[in-house]
């Protein structure tokens, strides 16, 4: 991938699930340490986007790139390379439940190649430290907040440093003080190159932390939708 190449570029995409079109007609260009938000409606496409992005979803109609990966020739075999080079984080968090945040943070590293400890360490700590968890590597998951879950799987998205993160509603499950410190988390991320899509519902979220807003509707993506904060 070139530097100046976008980190997503869809031309033309159709977004499906199994036979359905959900979507047609996508075309995103998003570039270096931008921050968009994916809006629209329950059920309109958004999840399905994201997964199309993150090779979850085959791109059956259309081109995509995405950090230099071509989403088009992408098969079961290639995921992995693509997830090693983007971030993807839920509004569940996905922690594994039976092992402490520094052993859900090794297990990552580790499933995506790494091998020297003492690399593994750095790194842990390095992630850790970004995300204010510097102290808490030694807790269990359930010893944790919801907002404290949501930094560890921040940090775990950040492990192979990647020039891409999609977010599916990262804040959903937050009270809103906790979803405050997220987004500043996220947008800081974003300040030091990194690229974020997020998937949202929360109007407060896109009105505290305005940038681009992409909407789903009407089986189509349209690009710096207007926002309607009554609705
Ligand atoms: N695994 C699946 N198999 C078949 N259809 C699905 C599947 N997942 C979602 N869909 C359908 O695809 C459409 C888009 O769903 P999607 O989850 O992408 O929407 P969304 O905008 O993310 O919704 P929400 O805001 O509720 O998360 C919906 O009609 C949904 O029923």
């Not at 839920?90 to 020297?116: E, M, P, S, Y």
């Not at 192979?160 to 509603?169: V, W």
């Not at 804040?171 to 405050?180: A, I, M, Q």
Request: charged letters at 25%; one cysteine or more; hydrophobic letters at 35%.
């Amino acid at each position: 991938m070139t530097p100046e190449q976008p980190i997503i570029q869809l031309t033309n995409a159709s977004i499906y699930q199994g036979n359905s079109l959900i979507l047609s007609d996508v075309n995103i260009t998003v570039n270096k340490g931008e921050f968009v938000y994916l809006i629209g409606k329950t059920g309109t496409g958004k999840s399905s986007l994201l997964k199309t992005l993150y090779g979850d979803l085959p791109l059956k109609d259309g081109t995509g790139q995405v950090v230099g990966f071509d989403l088009k020739k992408m098969d079961w075999k290639k995921v992995p390379y693509l997830r090693r080079n983007l971030g993807v984080v839920f509004q569940d968090f996905q922690l594994l439940t039976d092992r402490n945040v520094h052993d859900n943070l090794k297990f990552a590293l580790r499933a995506t190649g790494w091998q020297d400890n003492k690399q593994i360490e750095d790194k842990i700590a390095d992630v850790l430290d970004k995300v204010g968890l510097g102290t808490k590597g030694f807790k269990m998951p359930y010893e944790l907040s919801g907002g404290e879950q949501q930094r560890v799987d921040i940090a775990r998205a950040m492990l192979n440093s990647p020039r891409l993160i999609l977010a599916d509603e990262p804040t959903g499950n937050l009270d809103p003080e906790t979803s405050d410190g997220i987004m500043q988390l996220l947008f800081r991320i974003c300040r030091e190159g990194t690229a974020i899509v997020m998937a949202t519902h929360d109007y407060i979220v896109l009105q505290k932390f305005p940038s681009r807003v992409l909407r789903t509707e009407n089986g189509h993506v349209t690009d710096n939708a207007a926002v309607n904060f009554s609705s």
